[in-house]
């Protein structure tokens, strides 16, 4: 759980972090320029093509963020079937899935995720502390470029709400807070995937997790 800056990499892949008014920009920014990311925040979806990778942070409710995402909807689908990488961050992942419940416990009804990852997101059941706040173990699952080098390193967790996918094989990496829960899931194909904790809060595994996605994002 070191929390040592490191020294900027040289830069290897372009990467646009989308911009739609929640994410925690800054941080996030300064974490993949680290890894080696050439990084462009943007609110324009064109964009997005002429990247090699595109990051979707996220701070705040599910229903608001797919609210403000929607202009960004049509071109976030367009890349993921071109296989350009996409990176969902703590609430940017929630919003790969289907669903979440927490647009129904606000009152607002049933709020329709990207649906890159068939799943729903759901509360911690009322015994456990919320928000789920803190470092956890990362249990990694499953081969993915995005979890070399960080099977049982630790990683900085904020949510109240955690990721159910359809498919078991969607999990990528999982941790334990009562319940064992995903950390990273992944579609398909394997280019659109996120984690629920922050890896520009966490500290030398964060680096590494971002270290590995401007390395995928190089390889397209």
Not at 20 to 47: F, Q
Not at 133 to 146: A, I, K, S
Not at 195 to 211: A, V, Y
Request: aromatic share 8%.
């Amino acid at each position: 759980m070191s929390t040592t800056t490191p020294e900027k990499r040289e830069t290897v892949a372009s990467v646009v972090m989308v911009d739609y008014g929640l994410g925690n920009l800054r941080s996030a920014r300064r974490g993949l320029e680290r890894a080696g990311a050439d990084v462009t925040v943007s609110d324009d979806p064109e964009t997005f093509a002429d990247a090699d990778g595109i990051v979707l942070p996220g701070v705040g409710a599910f229903s608001e963020g797919m609210e403000n995402a929607g202009p960004f909807r049509e071109a976030l689908a367009e890349a993921a079937d071109r296989g350009q990488p996409i990176f969902g961050i703590c609430l940017g992942m929630q919003m790969l899935l289907t669903s979440s419940e927490e647009a129904d416990h606000a009152g607002e009804g049933e709020v329709e995720g990207l649906d890159f990852v068939p799943g729903r997101n759901v509360r911690f059941d009322e015994g456990q502390k919320v928000p789920h706040m803190g470092w956890n173990e990362l249990h990694v699952q499953r081969d993915h470029p995005l979890v070399d080098g960080v099977d049982g390193e630790y990683a900085y967790f904020v949510h109240s709400y955690y990721a159910v996918p359809d498919d078991d094989g969607a999990v990528v990496a999982t941790t334990d807070y009562g319940v064992e829960f995903p950390a990273i899931v992944a579609n398909e194909a394997g280019n659109v995937f996120g984690t629920q904790f922050h890896p520009e809060k966490s500290g030398e595994t964060g680096l590494q997790i971002l270290r590995n996605f401007v390395e995928l994002c190089a390889d397209q």
